[in-house]
């Protein structure tokens, strides 16, 4: 039900509860319709809370009976929880409970898929399941029984006791209750060991549902290499005698990191060469090693409130994504963070939805699970460490550790670490977490060549926002390095640190005028605008010995080339597709950079320059643009395109390694290229001789765009009938691939197919997810895909809110295109906040949006 006036919650009225948890017994007899949990808990008052109010949460539940010290009280129940008068020394309180898994389609609190009992409690699920204060930071320690008629019946920490339809399970680390965790079911468990720095065995099992016992190899060495290279290199080691993996079908995110007990979206766990591509096995590892991190990064030190939701997930996803340059290669995975940072945190700062890392209000916290936490966040730690230094941000590190296991912590305490350690005052530094929006940087370069030296001037400015109206100048760590006229580096990276609004640096005793290399490896999430000349981008793009920095030259020139494609209808740019030939050609980089180097921006990316520059982009004139400079690049290259192709075909048994995949990659988009101008053949035969899902589905993209998919199409459909996660990719790539005009039609015509179960968050995003992602088919003139969305909006969100919710940022840059594509959206987006009863997860999001 909506709420008649949705409440906003702020970080200025926090207040601890008024009481302390120490311990928690509970008791669940599963029944599908009919769970009962019974709850034993003990509270006793918190010296440092004033307030002694006995409030629990409680939604959705229907009370038995409740007791204090064992007799029987009466609560004043709410739509929210429960108050009750309780005595002022310490007590138990015991309460029993009913709930509806199998009725519960929002995926929050326990729940059923397919036949298996799981849980959700991240951020505010746990009061779905009992009556408890479902805030972080109550900690406690608890023990969990189960009954139920299931072989597997899993809950955190150690198990305790194992009998016929019966567990118990006792976790010693004392825990917010969003950590919790319980699976039941049929499962079968690939299982194997890990011993720790200290020599301690851990039992490690991944659960999964009959029939996908094949595709947990990948994930077992995912986690044990996470696990090693925690320790290695933040020295943190695992603290229970078992680790446990359980991938459910029917789930809102990626996965949860819940004590001893992760949960899987079975997309995020389950890998095997046929039915996975290269992607999926490196997004794979990154989220096994992601969960796993959170066990200190989360879990050991968790989270004061949620306002405090970075100070896990920045640091974490910070932590995956050096777990991830180590395991692979760090220029291709920095700037594959960079095109994702760009595309969804860009977007974000820049429109309705724009936020603070750490934001200061809220009405639903599920809604804040958003790229400027998580990326942006993480995008803030490595600036941190690039300006206090490697060594520094390890001693910053082992003192967190150190001083705040088993605390809920705060951003305040985690910049006091550093702030101790290194001497540095962070006041300033503080406001990449106070303050929405994306800086703009303009570099300016003066150069006296009398004197040998070459000034930049810098000048930040952050558009203001909703959340921001005044943003005042931030610390900037700007690492530049100078690319002389021969192509030799004559200085080495330096890191400026712009504190002003305008400031400038020297770098002297040069001979000639280099061609500065600005940002060098992204060392700051901001919009940079440097002047360069197109000649002098061509010799970054020849010659920078920064790997990120060199790509960037390229895609700037690609950018620059699309725009005056999209404005003036002007051909490729031929110096550009020159120099982008020589780097194609270049045997000594790694072909996944290569691979990076033939992609483009994407739509919105451009859509997004326009916006800035003044223009009111077309998604029709982007589409072409981009169609066109394809056809040019294909043309032009085809001869490198056809030697690369043959050259870095991988003949080897299919591994899923940085190498190999980096070589699909090149091929691939060699292959992708080559079915403009060279029909569809090559694409065809790959299709028919593929022996794993990179090639498989790579191909069926090229001839689906081509045109000529009809029959891979229904092959491949009779082939993976029965598997859920590839007939995903059927969907998804249908969509995905359509012309602009017939995405909307497709996507509804793949509303009606038989498999098309919309209550499968994964199987809804397939479609949906990839509607929004069409920018020219979802931006369509004629407002079918914003119709076609907002029907499906409607009719998903009383069965699945956050899932609806999380899908409205589709429209969240609708006020950079015109006002006939305003008008129409502005009519679905009313639409959709007309329904009766909506969500207040989807009514924020809209109100939001709209304002
Ligand atoms: N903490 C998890 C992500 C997560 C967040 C919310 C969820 O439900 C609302 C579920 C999972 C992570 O960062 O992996
Ligand atoms: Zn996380």
Redesign the pocket.
């Known amino acids: 039900m909506r709420d008649a006036t949705p409440q906003t919650i702020y970080l200025s009225d926090y207040q601890p509860f008024g009481y302390l948890v120490d311990e928690v017994a509970l008791t669940f007899d599963l029944d599908p319709h009919k769970t009962r949990v019974k709850s034993r808990i003990s509270f006793r008052r918190n010296p440092e809370a004033e307030d002694g109010e006995f409030f629990l949460h409680g939604e959705g539940l229907k009370l038995i009976s409740a007791q204090i010290d064992g007799k029987p009280v009466t609560p004043k129940v709410t739509a929210s929880g429960l108050t009750c008068d309780v005595p002022d020394t310490p007590f138990f309180w015991e309460a029993e409970v009913e709930i509806d898994p199998k009725g519960n389609t929002a995926?929050?609190g326990l729940y059923m898929s397919n036949g298996m009992y799981c849980t959700?409690?991240?951020?505010e699920?746990f009061r779905k399941i009992t009556y408890y204060p479902d805030r972080p930071d109550v900690m406690s320690v608890f023990t969990v029984t189960i009954n139920g008629p299931h072989p597997v019946l899993l809950s955190n920490g150690n198990p305790v006791a194992q009998g016929q339809n019966h567990a118990e399970w006792h976790d010693p680390w004392p825990k917010p209750a969003y950590l919790f965790a319980l699976v039941a079911g049929d499962l079968i468990a690939h299982s194997d060991r890990f011993t720790t720095m200290s020599g301690r065995e851990v039992d490690l099992n991944l659960y999964v549902r009959p029939g996908d016992e094949g595709k947990c190899a990948f994930g077992m060495e995912a986690l044990k290499a996470s696990m090693k290279w925690d320790e290695d290199v933040y020295g943190r080691e695992y603290d229970l005698d078992l680790f446990n993996i359980v991938a459910v079908d029917d789930?809102?995110?990626?996965?949860?990191?819940n004590k001893g007990l992760n949960i899987f979206n079975s997309a995020a766990v389950l890998a095997s060469p046929e039915t996975s591509t290269d992607d999926n096995f490196e997004r794979i590892e990154a989220?096994i090693a992601?969960?796993y991190f959170?066990n200190w990064t989360?879990n050991r030190i968790t989270c004061r409130d949620w306002f405090q939701l970075c100070l896990?997930?920045g640091l974490?996803?910070y932590r995956d994504s050096q777990f991830t340059s180590d395991m692979r290669s760090a220029p291709v995975k920095r700037i594959g963070d960079v095109i994702d940072l760009r595309s969804r945190q860009f977007a974000e700062d820049q429109g309705p939805l724009a936020h603070p890392v750490r934001p200061e209000s809220f009405q639903e916290?599920?809604n804040f699970?958003t790229a400027t936490v998580?990326e942006k966040g993480a995008e803030v730690i490595g600036m941190l460490k690039t300006l206090v230094g490697d060594e520094a941000y390890s001693k910053a590190l082992d003192l967190y550790f150190e001083r705040h296991d088993g605390d809920a912590a705060t951003i305040e305490d985690w910049l006091k670490v550093f702030e101790e350690t290194t001497g540095r005052d962070l006041t300033q530094f503080k406001r990449w977490y106070s303050q929405a929006g994306t800086p703009r940087v303009d570099v300016t370069e003066a150069w006296d060549a009398g004197k040998g030296m070459l000034t930049l001037t810098f000048a930040q400015h952050t558009p203001p926002s909703t959340a921001t109206p005044k943003p005042a100048p931030q610390v900037l760590p700007i690492a530049v390095g100078l690319i002389g006229p021969d192509g030799s580096e004559v200085a080495p990276t330096r890191v400026l640190e712009v504190t002003e609004a305008e400031q400038s640096f020297t770098f002297d005793g040069l001979d000639e005028r280099p061609v500065a290399s600005v940002l060098r490896g992204f060392s700051a999430p901001v919009v940079l605008k440097h002047d360069l000349s197109k000649d002098e981008r061509l010799h970054l793009l020849a010659h920078d010995s920064d790997a990120f920095n060199r790509w960037e030259a390229g895609r700037t020139l690609a950018r620059q080339s699309l725009l005056s494609t999209i404005l003036h209808g002007s051909a490729p740019d031929a110096d550009w597709l020159d120099a982008l030939q020589v780097v194609l050609s270049d045997e000594t980089l790694e072909p996944a950079y290569r691979a990076l180097m033939l992609g483009l921006p994407g739509h919105a990316d451009l859509a997004s320059t326009l916006h800035d520059t003044g223009e009111t982009p077309d998604p029709a004139a982007i589409h072409r643009a981009v169609e066109s400079t394809r056809d040019a690049m294909a043309a032009r290259f085809a001869e490198v395109l056809g030697d690369l192709y043959t050259r870095h075909t991988v003949d080897a048994p299919y591994r899923p390694d940085a190498e190999q995949s980096g070589k699909r990659a090149l091929t691939n988009a060699a292959m992708s290229l080559l079915t403009r101008v060279q029909g569809a053949d090559r694409a065809q035969a790959q299709f028919d001789g593929a022996d794993n899902m990179t090639q498989q589905l790579s191909a069926l993209a090229a001839l689906v765009r081509s045109g000529q998919g009809d029959k891979a199409l229904a092959d491949f459909e009779a082939q993976w009938r029965n598997d859920r996660l590839v007939m995903d990719k059927w969907f998804g790539l249908q969509v995905s691939q359509a012309k602009p005009d017939e995405a909307a039609a497709v996507a509804q015509r793949l509303t009606e197919h038989a498999d098309f179960n919309w209550k499968n968050p994964n199987r809804f995003r397939a479609v949906f997810g990839s509607l929004a992602m069409h920018h020219a088919g979802f931006h369509h003139e004629s407002g079918k895909g914003y119709k076609l969305l907002a029907d499906w909006l409607i009719k998903l969100d009383p069965v699945n809110p956050?899932t609806t919710a999380r899908l409205c940022s589709a429209f969240q840059t609708w006020r950079r295109y015109d006002v006939d594509r305003q008008k129409k959206i502005e009519v679905e987006l009313d639409r959709i906040l007309a329904t009766p009863g909506l969500s207040r997860d989807t009514t924020e999001m809209l109100s939001r949006i709209r304002e």
């Open positions: 995926l929050e959700q409690c991240e951020a699920g789930f809102n995110m990626g996965a949860m990191e989220i992601h969960e959170h989360g896990k997930e974490t996803v916290i599920n699970y998580y956050q």
